[in-house]
């Protein structure tokens, strides 16, 4: 009830802010932002660009603050209004289920383009897929908007662990070993969840998984405090851990190598280390691809075409300003633009999968 709330406070201040920007249409800032917002608008028709001048919109982040959801959501904040023509962008925490209760309220919310959020798009997927109790979504029906990044999920162990590759990790323990492995998750029900699940289960890997965690931030900290000796997070948020020498990376969720953590082995080589069946090798391979969905930014259902072909056009247009390229290497966020419709697909193929990631999950 108190995202509700939030979200109606917003959508009361844009009706407010827009009544007054347009009565005040003269304004330098408003005339910036509309130059910003004109080269969507040839593509898309002016009346999606003239809804959205002078609006607040509601920018839903699923995870706590600190997050690689939130950080995306910080970068991308001042190109969305500059694009989409806007007054301002809040940014909402809607925190829980490991970011269920944010996909809920994102998809329940009014379908007029002034709500988004940044899903996470491949947990979505998958949790429909797993049918995960709460689920009030389903992942064909939002509107997607597109992916800012490419990065991938990574796994590490501790430092202190000793452990410094996967055949270390299943060598202690796989099968035949006495011991359990207590991996950390960033809430139960994320893709990072499901994909330890995944993984650990085709490598016999003796496992207990600990996902009270409310987003990537906390999850550390509980790596760091003991709680666990593995985890699997965003790259971007890993980063730090990983430089500093506190965390060994296993792996990364990628058929192909990442160049960002050159030798550091992707799931496609794991398969070959491993000597995976081809049907597990077909299972990580599709589920590889959803992990790839990466920070997919979304809006409810039923948002008019003009204003959602507005909104894919403002935001490739921000993916490719060089101020946002800038900022995302600061924040050492990994870029690489997907269209909407490129989500779509993998989303239809990852249902068409649906039956084996049950599988191999459980």
């Not at 290497?329 to 049950?358: C, D």
Request: charged share 15%; with cysteine; proline share 4%.
């Amino acid at each position: 009830m108190k995202i509700r709330a939030k979200l109606a406070r917003s959508l009361a201040v844009a009706g407010v802010l827009g009544g007054i920007l347009a009565a005040c249409g003269s304004s330098s800032s408003a005339t910036s932002t509309t130059t910003a917002a004109s080269v969507a608008t040839t593509t898309t028709g002016p009346s999606a660009a003239s809804f959205y001048k002078g609006k607040t919109m509601t920018f839903i982040v699923p995870f706590g603050a600190a997050g690689g959801y939130e950080q995306w959501a910080l970068t991308l904040k001042p190109y969305l209004i500059k694009y989409l023509g806007l007054a301002a962008l809040n940014i909402v925490n809607d925190t829980g289920g490991g970011g269920t209760v944010g996909s809920n309220d994102l998809y329940a919310a009014k379908p007029d383009g002034l709500t988004i959020g940044n899903t996470d798009a491949t947990g979505d997927v998958l949790n429909q897929i797993l049918k995960v109790k709460g689920l009030k979504y389903d992942t064909s029906k939002f509107s997607w908007i597109g992916r800012p990044d490419t990065a991938a999920q990574v796994g590490v162990s501790i430092a202190s662990s000793g452990i410094t590759s996967m055949k270390e990790l299943v060598s202690t323990y796989g099968p035949g070993s006495s011991k359990t492995l207590v991996a950390l998750a960033a809430g139960q029900g994320g893709a990072p969840y499901i994909g330890e699940r995944i993984l650990f289960n085709m490598l016999k890997v003796h496992y207990r998984q600990i996902s009270t965690f409310q987003g990537s931030s906390a999850a550390k900290v509980g790596l760091l405090s003991g709680d666990g000796s593995f985890l699997e997070i965003g790259y971007s948020s890993m980063l730090p851990l990983i430089s500093s020498k506190k965390v060994n990376p296993l792996y990364v969720w990628r058929q192909n190598d990442f160049a960002p953590l050159a030798g550091v082995p992707s799931i496609s080589a794991l398969e070959t280390q491993f000597n995976l069946s081809s049907s597990d090798s077909a299972i990580l391979n599709s589920f590889d691809g959803v992990m790839e969905l990466g920070h997919a930014l979304a809006g409810p259902p039923g948002i008019p075409a003009d204003r959602l072909a507005f909104l894919r056009a403002a935001f490739k247009q921000a993916l490719a300003d060089p101020g946002l390229a800038a900022q995302a290497k600061k924040e050492n966020l990994v870029t690489g633009y997907g269209s909407g419709s490129t989500l779509e697909s993998i989303i239809k193929a990852a249902n068409g999968n649906a039956a084996q990631i049950v599988a191999a999950a459980s």
